[in-house]
């Protein structure tokens, strides 16, 4: 028998995160592992009225290509690439596939080449979602190897998805719309603010946040979510942090990243393990040497690191920070190849200070915005 949460969810995205409507051009994306999700969501979006293409794609074709392709056809952007990121009115991106690890051995370098290449099509991505004129939305699909990642069996695994996205609830997107009300609470109060200052285990972190604008992530671009976040302004980034979890880039993991800033750059960038592939994409391009993000995750429900950024960066007491391209809504001026979250635990010895006040201790807010997440 099915499981029947994939048919909640997919009511879920279809009805709460994206907001189709009768017309929308809808793409859904995704391995060919996740089809259950895919007919599920396609059927929804087809009673909706939407317009809906797939895109199916076979997993290994991308190690395939980056093992052979030749530097011309690293540098092509394919047409279809193109009128994916221009034309679609939404777009569900469903993660999890068969082998976590399979670019594990690609060359950085080759991977630093073609994020530089793709640019502009991120930009450009970015652009849509910022304006309006685009509906995007990311999520996973439980399957054997994400659920290795995390050290569960596939029924645990697939346990902590479906809890997390609260879909045992009798009315989920009620309660994804309670979230979104007091999330917005912190947004309001954090919108106020000129300047933070993070500090925690070999963290000193200092940075202006004025003019940005804080975003509410209510399940509206990842699902299952549960984090505010900014940019900082470009050139203000001072001091030094250190990431608690492990940096996960294409299923290549980064150890115990310290990166240190001076006038919003990267001056200085140390890794036990991976420091290759962190300072090739680091020189990815101009701005893949600032910060694109600064966030705090609110998801109290999540507590386990699972080494996947979806859920991972959404855990309650822990902030992180993005490398890379900054998202248009916040106001940020930043554009990358890449855009790169690392987490830090903030859950003991840990404060946030804005505008000198302390409103963050420990892992939880010292102002009180009635959050229960």
């Known amino acids: 028998m099915a499981d029947l949460r994939i048919k909640k969810l997919a009511e879920l995205l279809v009805n709460y995160s994206l907001r189709i409507k009768k017309g929308d051009y809808l793409l859904i994306e995704g391995s060919d592992i996740t089809q259950p999700l895919v007919k599920e969501v396609y059927r929804e979006a087809i009673k909706k009225g939407a317009n809906v293409d797939t895109n199916i794609f076979i997993e290994d074709l991308l190690k395939i290509f980056f093992d052979n392709a030749s530097e011309d056809q690293l540098k092509f952007v394919n047409p279809y690439t193109k009128f994916s990121s221009e034309r679609y009115d939404a777009i569900l991106t469903l993660w999890g596939g068969y082998n976590e690890k399979a670019l594990s051995n690609v060359d950085p370098n080759k991977m630093k080449m073609r994020s530089g290449v793709m640019k502009d099509v991120y930009v450009k991505f970015g652009e849509r979602i910022a304006n309006g004129d685009l509906k995007w939305c990311g999520t996973q699909f439980p399957t054997h190897a994400s659920a290795q990642e995390g050290s569960m069996s596939l029924e645990e695994y697939e346990d902590f998805v479906y809890d997390s996205m609260l879909l045992n609830e009798e009315s989920p997107i009620d309660q994804w719309k309670r979230i979104s009300k007091e999330q917005e609470r912190i947004c309001e109060f954090l919108n106020t603010k000129k300047t933070l200052h993070i500090k ?149 010895d840990s404060e946030i200070y804005a505008d000198g006040e302390l409103i963050y201790k420990d892992g939880k807010f010292t102002v009180d915005f009635d959050l229960n997440i």
């Open 200 to 348: 925690s285990k070999d963290t000193d972190l200092r940075m202006n946040i004025e003019g940005r604008k804080w975003i509410n992530c209510d399940g509206k671009e990842n699902f299952p979510d549960g984090e505010v976040f900014t940019t900082p302004v470009e050139d203000s980034v001072e001091g030094h942090i250190r990431f608690s979890f492990p940096a996960i880039y294409n299923g290549k993991e980064v150890e115990d990243v310290r990166l240190e800033f001076k006038e919003g750059k990267v001056v200085d960038a140390t890794a036990v393990k991976g420091e290759d592939l962190l300072l090739a994409l680091i020189d990815t391009d101009e701005g893949s040497k600032r910060l694109g993000e600064i966030a705090i995750g609110t998801n109290y429900g999540i507590q386990k690191f699972t080494k996947n950024i979806l859920f991972d960066e959404k855990i309650g007491g822990t902030i992180h920070a993005a490398l890379g391209d900054g998202p248009k809504e916040t106001g940020s001026k930043n554009e990358s190849g890449i855009h790169w979250d690392m987490i830090c635990d903030m859950k003991t």
